[in-house]
C-alpha cells in the first residue's frame, strides 16, 4: 500500500525536478514601471505610488526596489531621464520609457509564463514535515488550520470583487487570487480527506 | 481516531444572538443515517456558508432546520421555539412568514409569468393579486430583472431564472433564508452574479441565511463556515 507519506515525498521530488529544470522570469519589477511609464513619463515617488494603487493584492513596492529597478532599466538603455522635478522636496528625477523599453516590454508581453511556476506546493512540504516529525493529527491539525486561513482571504478578496467601488483591475486581480485560493483550498480537502481515510484503513487492518 | 477538523469545537456558536439553531440534530431516510448529532446555530443577520462532500448530509440538516422535515431526535429553536414539536399547521405558517427557501433549480412554475411567480408565496398567504403583483414587481427590481416581468421561465437563461427564484424567496421579507446550492447550475460569472445581489439583498434586510455550497468560492460570501462530514458538523473558521 501506497503511503500518505510516500505521496507527499513522491510530490515534493517531483517538484524538486521541475524546479530545476525552469528558471523563468515572470513578473520583475522592472516590467512593470516599465508598464507604468508607458502611461506617461514619472518619477520614482509616483511610480510607487500608482503601482500600490493599482495593484491592491501586491505587496507595496519599497523605494529602494523602485530606484534599484530604475537604475537597471536605464542601464540597459530601456528607460532614461527626461527632466527633473522639484516640489517642495528633494528634486526628483523623471523617467520616461525608450524605444527598447517598449521592445522589451512586448517581447515580455509575448512570452508565456511556465505553467509549474505557480504550482509550487509549500502546504504540501509543511503537511509532509509535520508527518515526518509528528504524526497524522498534526499534519491533519495544520491543513484544517491552513485552510481556514484560506477562506478567510478568500472572503477579503470576495469582498473586494464585489465592492462596486472597485476599479476593473481590482476586480482582476481579486479574481487571480480567487482562482489560486480556490485551487489551493480543494488541494487542502483533498489532502485532509486523504488522510482521513488512511486513518480508517489502519483502523480496519 | 483523528477528527477531519480536529480544531472544531462540537457546539457552534454565532458571533450575534443567535436566531436559530439546531441542536444534536439526527435523521434518517429508512435506514441511510443522514445526521447524527448535527449543530449549528445562525445568528441575526449573519450568512453561515454549510460546506461539505457531497451526500454528507448538508441538504437534510437544511431542510430539518427548516422545518421541512422532522429529525428523529434533537431541536430545531426558533425564536425560543422548538420547531420541530409544533403542530404541521404552526409549521406551515412559520414557514410561510418567516422563512425563504432557494434550491438549486425547477422552483418556478413554469405557466406563470416572473412577476406571478413572485407572488406567489404572497397569493398563498392570503394577499390580494394587485398588491402583491407590485410587491412581486420591486423584487425583480432588486434582483435586476424587472426588464423579465412578463416573462415565463421557459424564455429565460439560467442565471436569469435563479434571480426571479431568489426574489421569490425574499418576497415575504424572511427572517431567514435557506438557499441550497443557490448556484450549483450556473456558470461562473452567472453564479457571481447571483450570489453578489443575494449577498447583497440580504446585507440589505438584515437577512439571516443558511447558503449551502460545495464549492468554496460560494463559501467565501459567508461569515462563518460549517462543515458537515458524515451526518456530524465541525466549525471550519480555525
Ligand atoms: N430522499 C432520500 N431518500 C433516501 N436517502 C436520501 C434521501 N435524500 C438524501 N439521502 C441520503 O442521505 C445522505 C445525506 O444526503 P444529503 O443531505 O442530500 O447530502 P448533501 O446535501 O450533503 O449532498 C446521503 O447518503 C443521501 O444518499
Ligand atoms: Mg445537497
Same mark, same amino acid.
Given at each position: 500500500?501506497?503511503?500518505?507519506?510516500?505521496?507527499?515525498?513522491?510530490?515534493?521530488?517531483?517538484?524538486?525536478?521541475?524546479?530545476?529544470?525552469?528558471? /523563468?522570469t515572470f513578473v520583475t519589477t522592472g516590467h512593470v514601471l516599465m508598464g507604468l511609464l508607458l502611461q506617461s513619463e514619472r518619477h520614482g515617488y509616483d511610480l510607487k505610488a500608482?503601482?500600490?494603487?493599482?495593484?491592491?493584492?501586491?505587496?507595496?513596492?519599497?523605494?529602494?526596489?523602485?530606484?534599484? =529597478?530604475?537604475?537597471?532599466?536605464?542601464?540597459?538603455?530601456? /528607460?532614461?531621464? /527626461?527632466? !527633473?522635478?522639484?516640489?517642495?522636496?528633494?528634486?526628483?528625477?523623471?523617467?520616461?520609457? !525608450?524605444?527598447?523599453?517598449?521592445?522589451?516590454?512586448?517581447?515580455?508581453?509575448?512570452?508565456?509564463?511556465?505553467?509549474?511556476?505557480? /504550482?509550487?506546493?509549500?502546504? =504540501?512540504?509543511?503537511?509532509?514535515?509535520?508527518?515526518?516529525?509528528?504524526?497524522?493529527?498534526?499534519?491533519?491539525?495544520?491543513?484544517?488550520?491552513?485552510?481556514?486561513?484560506?477562506?478567510?482571504?478568500?472572503?477579503?478578496?470576495?469582498?473586494?470583487? !464585489?465592492?462596486?467601488?472597485?476599479?476593473?483591475?481590482?476586480?482582476?486581480?481579486?479574481?487571480?487570487?480567487?482562482?489560486?485560493?480556490?485551487?489551493?483550498?480543494?488541494w487542502l480537502d483533498t489532502a485532509l480527506e486523504r488522510l482521513l481515510t488512511l486513518e480508517q484503513e489502519l483502523q480496519n487492518d | 481516531m483523528i477528527d477531519a477538523h480536529p480544531a472544531a469545537p462540537t457546539i457552534i456558536e454565532p458571533k450575534r444572538s443567535p436566531v436559530l439553531t439546531a441542536r444534536s440534530l439526527s435523521f434518517a431516510y429508512e435506514n441511510?443515517?443522514?445526521?447524527?448529532?448535527?449543530?449549528?446555530?445562525?445568528?441575526?443577520?449573519?450568512?453561515?456558508?454549510?460546506?461539505?462532500?457531497?451526500?454528507?448530509?448538508?441538504?437534510?440538516?437544511?431542510?430539518?432546520?427548516?422545518?421541512?422535515?422532522?429529525?428523529?431526535?434533537?431541536?430545531?429553536?426558533?425564536?425560543?421555539?422548538?420547531?420541530?414539536?409544533?403542530?404541521?399547521?404552526?409549521?406551515?405558517?412559520?414557514?410561510? &412568514?418567516?422563512?425563504?427557501?432557494?434550491?438549486?433549480?425547477?422552483?418556478?412554475?413554469?405557466?406563470?409569468?416572473?412577476?406571478?411567480?413572485?407572488?406567489?408565496?404572497?397569493?398563498? #398567504?392570503?394577499?390580494?393579486?394587485?398588491?402583491?403583483?407590485?410587491?412581486?414587481?420591486?423584487?425583480?427590481?432588486?434582483?435586476?430583472?424587472?426588464?423579465?416581468?412578463?416573462?415565463?421561465? &421557459?424564455?429565460?437563461?439560467?442565471?436569469?431564472?435563479?434571480?426571479?427564484?431568489?426574489?421569490?424567496?425574499?418576497?415575504?421579507?424572511?427572517?431567514?433564508?435557506?438557499?441550497?446550492?443557490?448556484?450549483?447550475?450556473?456558470?461562473?460569472?452567472?453564479?457571481?452574479?447571483?450570489?453578489?445581489?443575494?449577498?447583497?439583498?440580504?446585507?440589505?434586510?438584515? &437577512? #439571516?441565511?443558511?447558503?449551502?455550497?460545495?464549492?468554496?468560492?460560494?463559501?467565501?460570501?459567508?461569515?462563518?463556515?460549517?462543515?458537515?462530514?458524515?451526518?456530524?458538523?465541525?466549525?471550519?473558521?480555525?
Open positions: 500500500m501506497i503511503t500518505l507519506h510516500d505521496c507527499f515525498t513522491s510530490q515534493i521530488a517531483v517538484f524538486d525536478l521541475l524546479f530545476t529544470q525552469c528558471i /523563468v500608482e503601482h500600490d494603487h493599482r495593484f491592491p493584492t501586491a505587496r507595496p513596492l519599497a523605494f529602494g526596489q523602485i530606484y534599484a =529597478a530604475l537604475k537597471r532599466l536605464q542601464k540597459n538603455g530601456f /528607460v532614461e531621464a /527626461v527632466g !527633473t522635478e522639484k516640489a517642495d522636496g528633494p528634486e526628483r528625477t523623471i523617467y520616461g520609457i !525608450t524605444d527598447a523599453g517598449r521592445a522589451e516590454l512586448n517581447a515580455w508581453l509575448d512570452k508565456i509564463d511556465h505553467p509549474i511556476e505557480t /504550482v509550487a506546493n509549500p502546504f =504540501a512540504v509543511k503537511a509532509t514535515i509535520a508527518l515526518l516529525v509528528a504524526d497524522r493529527d498534526v499534519a491533519s491539525r495544520y491543513l484544517s488550520r491552513q485552510r481556514a486561513a484560506h477562506l478567510d482571504a478568500m472572503r477579503t478578496f470576495t469582498r473586494i470583487k !464585489t465592492d462596486p467601488q472597485r476599479s476593473f483591475s481590482d476586480v482582476l486581480s481579486a479574481d487571480y487570487a480567487i482562482a489560486h485560493l480556490d485551487a489551493d483550498l480543494r | 441511510n443515517q443522514a445526521l447524527q448529532g448535527a449543530t449549528m446555530s445562525i445568528g441575526q443577520g449573519e450568512i453561515v456558508a454549510v460546506t461539505g462532500p457531497s451526500g454528507s448530509g448538508k441538504s437534510t440538516l437544511m431542510l430539518c432546520a427548516a422545518g421541512l422535515l422532522r429529525p428523529t431526535a434533537g431541536q430545531v429553536i426558533y425564536n425560543g421555539q422548538v420547531v420541530n414539536e409544533m403542530s404541521e399547521a404552526k409549521r406551515s405558517k412559520l414557514r410561510r &412568514t418567516e422563512f425563504g427557501v432557494l434550491f438549486q433549480f425547477g422552483q418556478l412554475v413554469p405557466e406563470l409569468t416572473a412577476v406571478e411567480n413572485v407572488a406567489l408565496p404572497l397569493l398563498l #398567504s392570503g394577499a390580494k393579486r394587485k398588491p402583491a403583483l407590485l410587491v412581486a414587481g420591486n423584487w425583480l427590481e432588486r434582483f435586476d430583472v424587472a426588464a423579465l416581468a412578463d416573462a415565463r421561465p &421557459t424564455d429565460m437563461s439560467g442565471g436569469q431564472g435563479q434571480r426571479v427564484a431568489a426574489a421569490r424567496s425574499m418576497v415575504t421579507e424572511p427572517t431567514v433564508l435557506f438557499a441550497d446550492e443557490p448556484t450549483g447550475a450556473l456558470d461562473a460569472l452567472s453564479s457571481e452574479q447571483v450570489m453578489t445581489q443575494i449577498a447583497r439583498v440580504a446585507r440589505d434586510t438584515g &437577512t #439571516s441565511v443558511m447558503l449551502i455550497t460545495h464549492s468554496a468560492q460560494i463559501a467565501a460570501y459567508g461569515d462563518r463556515e460549517i462543515i458537515v462530514r458524515d451526518g456530524m458538523t465541525y466549525s471550519g473558521d480555525a
